[in-house]
């Protein structure tokens, strides 16, 4: 019992990582009805942009202090991520307007391919460390209860905590700001929301901004986790089944969607996997989303599916 | 001028249906046959067989079957990969495991292992659509990238999962030459290439079209959504399959499970999207293309940069083919969104009134 719930706990955990990414994927594609494939592209950008910006900081300006290196570490991404959603939205989607999704998606899948080279370009190749303080010594709780208590993982709860701590903000921007109503326009209808004088480029630049803060956050924390390599950009592969299963459409399923998903990998790796050779948390992830689908095809929160001839 | 069809009346419904009614095509087509098998064995060097022309064919029967799903029938799909996995492996176990199996019907055979395999993980496109069907097509990716490298009955228990094959022949003649795996994937391709646009402008390609316009609406007037989107998922995951088990077979002869990787999925896609959705013409420009560009920027770079005296590494190179090939194909989808099909139908049109100018 113990463990079982030991593996609960952590499967919660990473569907809180998962579901951070797969926000961003919901953020941009409520907006402007792209399936933004550069969403991993994006992490893996502004990972290796913040590893590489906390580690020059303090050479440029000889204050040797981990907070303020990774502090400016994380403005300056920030910048840079905010100068790519220009740069997205100016070259790139402002010509795309109206065309089929088939298009946009591979659109942006070209744009993944051209953000992996610029990063690795600029930032380089190698293998980076993202310090940003987090514990890694484990905990025990409920010893009480259980003999031996649960593992748990300290730095995975505060990851935990930063992805709750986003989304909540995230829900406010959305709803309490006035550009949140806008952008909520916009996702409901983009000629309605135009009519009223709501001016659409801006908007998308609005989105891809934040869903570039919420890649930049998703790439801190996979990135002290994991270190900043290429594999994170594959990162977004395993959230993808999270973003169906909740539902294209939808922030709270975003996140319901990553805890399932979560649970449902690390369960099923541990109790399913030594059956049939284990490595199986990947397609279970797609199967699991499929079961769902079938059952709901428009995900557990997206818009129902009306058909009209 | 050069491209026109007045005057060609059609006297009977032989000649009215036939798979290329404007003379004009005809000739072009039976001359672009001609000089693929004729002149090209006399003309091209080995490298160019090698690293070009055989990836190009093998990639172009891939882009026709993903086209028929894609293109024709609407149903996006990123399980490409995985399909051509399951042709290669399936064909590899057939030809290994039964003693004197030539290689044809072994390709057949793993073509139909595809078959089953992309009939089985098209069963969601029943129920799910668009996007989210996209995504779910990447379970079969996954499943395959797993399968073939956990179980290891698939790949004869080597340890490492990584399979060969060698003394290939066809009919008694021997694949070793360049020349001879040139010609026989242009045989394959142009067999199932004419099959393929046969299949689309009959009754079922029209049913295909139908879904891909509205299955609701296809649906109200009769035709079965399920037949439909199955038939199309087994007729292109055959043709993918059979490309796949080609690619292994005749290009890569020793290859391991990461061989087709979800890569695969995304080029075939760009392929169909850059050559032209719901074209059979288009799939071979699109597999030209994405097929000689990374060849050509790998050419062209390094002479670029020692012409401008740029000290660049190898790793640099490859960071800036992945730029520039990132960015041709989103400048690509800008300036023509309706693929090369577009351009050449266009072509075709001005060629109609050609030299006069209405």
């Keep these: ?309 | 001028m050069l491209y026109r069809e007045n005057g060609q009346f059609k006297s009977t419904y032989r000649a009215d249906q036939q798979v290329f009614p404007i003379r004009q095509d005809r000739i072009f087509v039976i001359a672009v046959l001609a000089f693929a098998f004729l002149a090209v064995p006399m003309l091209a060097s080995d490298y160019l067989f090698r690293a070009i022309l055989i990836p190009f064919l093998i990639f172009s029967l891939a882009a026709v079957g993903v086209n028929i799903l894609v293109g024709y029938c609407g149903q996006i799909s990123l399980g490409s990969g995985a399909f051509m996995a399951v042709g290669a492996y399936g064909a590899y176990n057939f030809f290994v495991r039964i003693p004197g199996m030539p290689l044809v019907p072994a390709l057949i055979l793993g073509g139909l292992c595809a078959t089953a395999f992309g009939v089985l993980f098209g069963l969601p496109s029943l129920r799910v659509r668009g996007l989210y069907l996209a995504v779910a097509t990447l379970a079969a990716q996954f499943f395959a990238d797993w399968m073939f490298l956990r179980i290891k009955w698939f790949t004869l228990d080597t340890p490492s999962g990584s399979v060969a094959v060698s003394n290939l022949q066809v009919f008694g003649l021997p694949l070793e030459s360049a020349v001879s795996k040139y010609l026989f994937c242009l045989a394959v391709l142009v067999i199932i290439a004419m099959l393929a646009k046969n299949l689309v402008r009959g009754a079922i390609g029209r049913e295909w079209m139908a879904i891909r316009d509205m299955d609701v609406a296809a649906a109200v007037i009769g035709i079965r959504p399920m037949y439909a989107k199955l038939s199309a998922f087994a007729v292109s995951s055959f043709i993918i399959g059979v490309a796949g088990a080609l690619w292994a077979f005749i290009y890569l002869g020793a290859w391991e499970p990461s061989a087709f990787s979800v890569d695969y999925s995304f080029r075939l896609l760009f392929m169909v999207i850059i050559g032209g959705l719901g074209s059979i013409m288009g799939s071979f420009f699109g597999a030209a293309f994405i097929v000689v560009l990374p060849i050509a920027l790998n050419q062209f770079l390094p002479v670029l940069a020692g012409a401008l005296g740029l000290q660049i590494s190898t790793a640099g190179i490859s960071h800036a083919e992945l730029m520039i090939f990132g960015a041709l194909i989103v400048w690509f989808l800008i300036v023509e969104p309706h693929g090369l099909a577009r351009l050449w139908s266009t072509a075709k049109q001005k060629l109609q009134l050609w030299p006069f100018p209405h």
């Design chain 1, 1 to 309: 019992m113990g463990f079982f719930l030991e593996t609960l706990f952590g499967g919660l955990m990473v569907g809180m990582l998962y579901s951070l990414i797969a926000l961003g994927f919901v953020l941009i594609f409520k907006a402007s009805g792209v399936f933004n494939f550069a969403q991993g592209a994006m992490v893996l950008f502004a990972a290796l942009a913040m590893a590489r910006f906390a580690e020059w900081v303090p050479q440029w300006t000889g204050i040797e202090n981990r907070w303020f290196a990774n502090v400016a570490g994380f403005v300056l991404a920030g910048v840079v991520m905010f100068a790519t959603a220009w740069a997205v939205e100016r070259l790139v989607l402002r010509h795309l307007v109206n065309q089929e999704g088939a298009t946009l998606l591979l659109a942006t899948l070209g744009i993944a391919y051209f953000i992996d080279g610029l990063g690795q370009t600029l930032f380089g190749s190698n293998i980076y460390k993202i310090d940003i303080g987090l514990p890694k010594d484990p905990i025990f709780v409920l010893d009480s209860l259980f003999p031996g208590g649960i593992l748990i993982n300290k730095e995975d709860l505060i990851a935990a905590a930063i992805a709750a701590a986003l989304v909540t903000l995230l829900s406010l921007f959305f709803q309490k700001t006035g550009t949140g109503r806008a952008l909520r326009a916009v996702a409901d209808d983009h000629q309605a929301a135009q009519s009223i004088g709501i001016p659409l480029a801006r908007i998308w630049v609005i989105v891809w901004c934040v869903a570039g803060v919420v890649a930049l956050v998703a790439g801190m924390i996979w990135g002290s986790k994991l270190g900043v390599q290429f594999s994170l950009a594959t990162v977004a592969m395993r959230a993808l089944p999270v973003v169906i299963l909740g539902g294209l459409t939808s922030v709270p399923g975003a996140i319901i969607g990553g805890l399932i998903i979560g649970v449902g990998e690390k369960l099923s790796e541990v109790y399913l996997g030594p059956f049939v050779g284990g490595g199986i948390e990947i397609w279970f992830a797609y199967v699991l989303a499929l079961v769902f689908l079938l059952f709901r095809p428009q995900g557990l929160f997206g818009e129902k599916i009306i058909d009209r001839v």
